[in-house]
């Protein structure tokens, strides 16, 4: 059984950076794709940024030009880089890996960790 281990969230200021990490326990290179998605209380999680096996990247309008997601297969993590957070940046972030053996898909998430973005 996999699992993904976020950390990194914090409590910062308006115009400010954290970085997120995402570690797996498993090999990362075997995913087909690892994602960042965020969730607000009585909200759906979005997808925020995304990143395949063959480091293909897509974000969500909302952060392009300040998320960068990146991958050190080598540790077995997955960055997600935010820079000029905003307070609707406001989330609790997963991070979330699927993968095929076989026919079979396999879903994981990890527990989550919470921005705050806020003066």
């Known amino acids: 059984q996999v699992q993904l281990v976020e950390s990194g969230g914090d409590l910062v200021q308006p115009g400010g950076s954290l970085r997120l990490s995402c570690a797996a326990s498993?090999?990362?290179?075997?995913?087909?794709?690892v994602g960042w998605y965020r969730q607000t209380p009585g909200n759906q999680r979005e997808l925020v940024a995304s990143?395949?096996?063959?480091?293909?990247?897509n974000y969500v309008d909302s952060v392009k030009g300040r998320f960068t997601i990146s991958r050190d297969n080598a540790k077995n993590t997955v960055y997600l880089q935010m820079n000029s957070l905003k307070p609707e940046d406001t989330a609790v972030y997963y991070c979330?890996?699927?993968?095929?053996?076989?026919?079979?898909?396999?879903?994981?998430w990890g527990q989550g960790t919470q921005v705050t973005v806020s003066s």
């Open positions: 990143i395949t096996a063959g480091s293909d990247v």
């Open positions: 979330n890996a699927i993968r095929y053996v076989a026919l079979r898909r396999d879903t994981y």
């Open positions: 498993g090999n990362i290179a075997s995913f087909l794709v």
